[in-house]
């Protein structure tokens, strides 16, 4: 099944303590991005990359990291969360010349 | 800023009546649109797509308009179903200029369709 898949789905951590947000796709695409979904401002972009190890900044990429080593996967990195990063976050992939991109189910985060 | 406004928080219609959910934008550069529908607990799932140089795109329930002049799109829903009750965004991109594949997501309509 053709899928975008991310783990944890909840995770509740203290500030400070370095936490790694997978995701993992099978389509062979070669777009993958993060995005963050918080109340009343939709979903905005983190991180994107076009291609295995080639990475960009998004709209809110202060406190995250990321990386490409495979296509396959594109994990989310941060380094020494805080409580603003507390969100919802979806992982989303799809084919360079698409527009259309398929989502992850999503990871609460939670940072006390 | 907010390029991609979605200005109805929610929205309330009874099965089989039509369900219209409005976003407007302000970049000009932007050439492509779509319609992203959301359940709880899951990610978002494309709906329908419309690009800058259509005014009209179908399938099967759903209708999206474009008013190019009016930086304006909706979306129709004709009948309404329950199955339809969802958090539904809309969002744009600009690949025109070098931006790559970014999607700018409107705040979402919450869509409640009553049995």
């Known amino acids: 099944e053709a899928q975008v898949t991310q783990n944890p789905r909840y995770l509740i951590t203290v500030t400070g303590k370095k936490l790694t947000v997978t995701c993992s796709q099978n389509?062979?695409?070669?777009?993958m991005s993060w995005y963050r979904q918080d109340p009343g401002l939709g979903l905005r972009q983190i991180y994107y990359s076009m291609n295995v190890e080639v990475t960009d900044k998004g709209d809110v990429p202060e406190g995250y990291k990321v990386s490409r080593k495979e296509k396959r996967n594109f994990p989310l990195i941060l380094e020494s969360p805080s409580p603003n990063q507390t969100s919802l976050y979806f992982c989303?992939?799809?084919?360079?010349?698409?527009?259309?991109?398929?989502f992850g189910p999503g990871t609460r985060l939670t940072v006390t | 800023d907010q390029q991609v406004k979605q200005n109805s928080p929610s929205l309330s219609v009874q099965e089989g009546r039509i369900s219209i959910l409005n976003c407007d934008y302000t970049n000009s550069m932007f050439d492509y649109f779509l319609w992203y529908k959301k359940y709880p607990a899951e990610g978002p799932t494309f709906l329908i797509s419309i690009s800058s140089i259509k005014d009209k795109n179908e399938d099967g329930r759903f209708t999206v308009f474009l008013n190019k002049s009016a930086k304006h799109l909706s979306l129709h829903i004709v009948p309404s179903q329950p199955g339809d009750s969802a958090v539904y965004f809309c969002a744009a991109s600009e690949r025109g200029s070098g931006n790559t594949g970014k999607l700018i997501f409107g705040q979402g309509t919450t869509l409640q369709v009553k049995p």
């Open positions: 989303a992939s799809s084919l360079l010349e698409s527009y259309e991109q398929y």
């Open positions: 389509m062979n695409h070669e777009y």
